[in-house]
RNA sequence: GGUCCCGUAGCUCAGUCGGAUAGAGCAUCAGUUUCCUAAACUGAGGGUCACAGGUUCGAAUCCUGUCGGGGCCGCCA
């Protein structure tokens, strides 16, 4: 159940009650109505600015409109106490029995406790990584890779239909720049001297095995051909390698994405040149040529005639080229041709998860949705992830711009672990920077936010563990009733929020809110473990009174499902023992 | 020049479609620590929410402007 949205329903009906009763003809806008946990837990349980956003409507002061609707609320059978506070808060505490019911809610959906149906079986297309196929993930790609992922899941969870997919940059110059590369390691292979690899050329070891998988099925024959005859042969090898390595990395991060979508496939299919057309046939494409950019001028720049996209009537700063001035197809065509094509997929969302140094990609993905389905009819949503800063002990970790020195993707997982890496890029919200420090991460203290969090979960399932090994069980019937003490009551608040929190999150693509919460209530379950040192009573297992003791590990029981369901959408791995 | 993001405690950061007395961790200080799982616990101090206007019953949050930091800015990918 989820508390927040159940009273939300209760405190409209009461609006609407109060609405008839004072004569009104037509029914306010009840969208600016919340129900939400006060901060302050003084002030009740329940919290609503209804009278204050309402009170125009009604044309009587907030706290005369307040008396109204508080009036049909004490009424409700789960309301204990209405209060009418500051300028026209109406404030519920509610009957201890609401409480019981959420505990006996998180236990009785298990699993399912915070999902909802939010989305609406809305079709969303979550993209991240879209890395070029032209080497292996590297420590700039994590961010990205996990935020996606996440996101993803929440999206699930909150009741879309989500797919998540991958933009393979296969018809560019770099897969061109791939294929000579590979050729090199091709004829190294063979028993050539090739030396250094020349600037310009990938010179990463890890394109020895493309070579060796080409001399292995081809020989000396490669050898035999022109580049233009050799080129496409070694182009599609070491990129289906490519590929497999970077599937390889993102299996490691627990990262499987259904849908790996070529760019090559868009001109194949001729869907590059279909867009082009439906854009000109819609009037948004025209000769023309592009102003200099501001501030630095390029000295060699020139003015020359392109193919451009109107995409300054969709609100981009200017328009897109879609042909160079030679014809052929610039990147953004195929992009546009993309974005089509996720559209006539069906497609409602548009989410895209870049680097910050893809800010000034935002708007001119809005244009092209805009332009190709109408304003308004699919949403494009952008979220930028911040660099990650590597630290060892608080020391920067270098990397050498020098090629194949860099930090690779592989290097961090394999040296702390998928759960530690996917927590600690979540720990952050989106567009803030993050330092990265090996050294912190895998503290054992509660310094260590992925400790923490996993450690209040194994610790409920060590204090199962050890009270099922004296025969005791979580109760079937457990009496919630017996939860009173004041730490035990805000973990239950805190679960109450769940539900709540997974909505606004997946409403505002923050999976970030979800670490945050985890850390809290992993908080205050410490807490509560710790009273127990001072005050035996509020120990969890305790020999002389068994139907408590059953209780406490029902209550235990729906506290590990928050924090696992919690982590499952992370994609963190709840410890059980640590 | 344009555009996007950021600016909250000494430090690193949260802050709910605008809500009541702005929170957490670290650090500092004062106590506690023979305890179901050890990897600590309890408490205290610490704020002009960059600045100035505006909208609103109400602004850290929305709008405008200024200052400061960063990213990006022709046909490359």
């Known amino acids: 159940m989820n508390l927040f949205a159940e009273f939300l329903q209760v405190i409209r009906e009461a609006v609407t009650a109060a609405a008839a009763e004072q004569g009104l003809t037509t029914s306010p806008d009840l969208s600016r109505v919340t129900a939400e946990p006060p901060r302050e837990a003084a002030h009740g349980d329940v919290s609503t600015n209804a009278a204050m956003v309402l009170n125009k409507a009604f044309g009587k002061p907030p706290r005369v409109l307040a008396e109204a609707i508080a009036a049909k609320l004490s009424a409700h059978p789960d309301v204990a106490v209405v209060d009418i506070a500051g300028p026209g808060f109406i404030n519920l505490r509610l009957k201890p029995v609401v409480w019981r019911r959420v505990l006996a809610s998180v236990l009785a959906l298990g699993d399912g406790y915070g999902r909802s ?113 050799w080129l496409p042969i070694v ?50 494409v025209y000769q023309g040529t592009l102003p200099p950019p501001k501030g630095d001028v390029p000295e060699d720049w020139e003015d020359r005639e392109q193919t451009l996209f109107r995409a300054t009537d969709f609100g981009d700063d200017i328009d897109r080229p879609l042909l160079k001035s030679d014809g052929s197809y610039t990147y953004f065509a195929s992009d546009v041709a993309y974005s089509r094509n996720k559209i006539a997929r069906g497609y409602k969302e548009l989410i895209y998860i870049l680097g910050a140094d893809h ?78 420090d090996f050294a912190k991460v895998t503290e054992q203290s509660k310094d260590n936010p992925v400790f923490y969090v996993q450690y209040a979960h194994a610790r409920t399932c060590s204090v199962l563990r050890n009270a ?90 729906a506290i590990r499902y928050v924090l696992s369901n919690g982590l499952r959408i992370l994609g963190v791995r709840p410890a059980e023992e640590m």
Request: with cysteine; net charge negative; glycine share 8%.
């Open 359 to 436: 800010g000034g990609y935002v708007k001119r993905l809005e244009a092209v949705a805009a332009a190709l389905a109408g304003k308004g009819n699919v949403d494009v949503i952008v979220r930028l992830c911040q660099l990650v800063k590597l630290f060892r002990a608080g020391e920067p970790v270098r990397m050498s711009k020098r090629a194949g020195e860099f930090v690779t993707l592989r290097d961090v997982v394999d040296e702390v672990g998928p759960d530690v890496v996917r927590f600690m890029m979540l720990f952050r919200k989106n567009e803030a920077p993050l330092d990265f």
């Open 117 to 229: 149906r939010l989305g609406g079986g809305k079709k969303a297309n979550v993209e991240y990584v879209s890395a070029n196929p032209t080497g292996p993930l590297h420590v700039g790609h994590v961010r990205g890779a996990v935020f996606g992922d996440a996101l993803a899941q929440l999206l699930i969870e909150t009741g879309y239909d989500v797919t998540r997919e991958y933009y393979i940059n296969d018809a560019g110059a770099q897969v061109d720049v791939l294929a000579r590369s590979a050729y090199l390691r091709y004829l190294e292979a063979l028993g050539e001297d090739i030396g250094e690899i020349p600037s310009g050329l990938y010179p990463g070891d890890y394109l020895k095995p493309v070579g060796e998988a080409l001399a292995k099925q081809y020989g000396p024959d490669l050898k035999q051909k022109s580049e233009a005859d």
């Open 468 to 557: 099922a090994a004296e025969g005791l069980l979580p109760a079937e019937a457990p009496d919630f009733s017996l939860l009173t003490d004041e730490a035990e009551q805000g973990i239950i608040r805190r679960i109450a929020e769940f539900p709540r929190l997974l909505e606004s999150s997946a409403a505002a693509h923050e999976p970030h809110r979800i670490a945050f919460y985890l850390f809290d209530l992993a908080g205050d379950f410490h807490a509560l473990w710790n009273k127990g040192k001072d005050s035996p009573q509020l120990r969890f297992i305790l020999q002389e009174d068994v139907n408590l003791t059953t209780t406490r590990l029902a209550f235990l029981r």
């Open 235 to 284: 182009r599609s090898t070491a990129m289906e390698m490519m590929m497999a390595l970077i599937r390889e990395d993102l299996a490691a991060l627990n990262i499987r994405q259904e849908v790996f979508f070529s760019e090559k496939s868009l001109h194949d299919t001729g869907e590059v040149a279909a867009t082009i057309a439906d854009l000109r046939a819609m009037g948004h």
